[in-house]
């Protein structure tokens, strides 16, 4: 009886820490006005789970949470502007290849397609990345690509688990994302990519 209570309080507590940590990652995020608060409250956010899977469970989430928002603001957002200008440019690219009828704009416009699919594995791996590895930050846009695409498996898996599960939660307990949506994703992210990271610990010192 006391092991069931014990396992209940131990789930309870991170029950709370889970829901704790994305509202701090979702009040940091409107704090940066939203374009400016995603990248750096995302690191943050990123950089408490990687210190949990550590077994650092009594880490100061607050404190520690406001100290990595202010020190990585300048460079998370410097790689948010490159990445929203890459997407911002190839939407344009594709809209203009969509206006035109022959067959050679079609396939260009389907390459596009290809490289907005990997921007989208690059989101994946990058916070992980970023929270793990001291690089610069040409660095921080070639690393996750090349890790997703020497794991091909992992990177479906993971793109695959979070696909359906993001599905089937908004459709059947959508509150759920509200309170756990961005935490129980990062550190279901961080869990898979993690496993890869010690092959790459020398390549990129």
Not at 96 to 125: K, P, R, T
Request: glycine residues 6%; positive net charge.
């Amino acid at each position: 009886m006391a092991e069931v209570a014990r396992g209940y309080y131990i789930f309870a507590i991170w029950i709370t820490r889970f829901a704790y940590l994305n509202l701090l990652w979702m009040l940091f995020t409107m704090a940066g006005l939203l374009f400016f608060g995603i990248m750096p409250a995302t690191v943050a956010m990123f950089a408490i789970v990687r210190k949990w899977q550590r077994g650092e469970d009594e880490v100061r989430v607050f404190t520690t949470f406001w100290v990595i928002y202010k020190q990585e603001f300048w460079k998370a957002n410097c790689i948010g502007l490159t990445l929203f200008a890459l997407g911002y440019l190839f939407s344009i690219q594709f809209q203009i290849l969509g206006a035109q009828s022959a067959l050679i704009y079609q396939m260009a416009q389907f390459s596009i397609v290809i490289i907005f699919a990997l921007l989208v594995i690059l989101l994946v791996y990058l916070f992980p990345v970023y929270v793990h590895f001291e690089l610069k930050i040409i660095g921080y846009l070639k690393w996750p690509l090349i890790i997703a695409i020497v794991h091909p498996i992992l990177t479906i898996f993971l793109v695959a688990c979070m696909g359906l599960a993001g599905y089937f939660i908004f459709h059947v307990f959508p509150a759920l994302l509200f309170f756990f949506g961005g935490s129980l994703s990062a550190y279901f992210i961080t869990w898979g990519a993690s496993k890869t990271f010690a092959k790459y610990e020398v390549v990129t010192e």
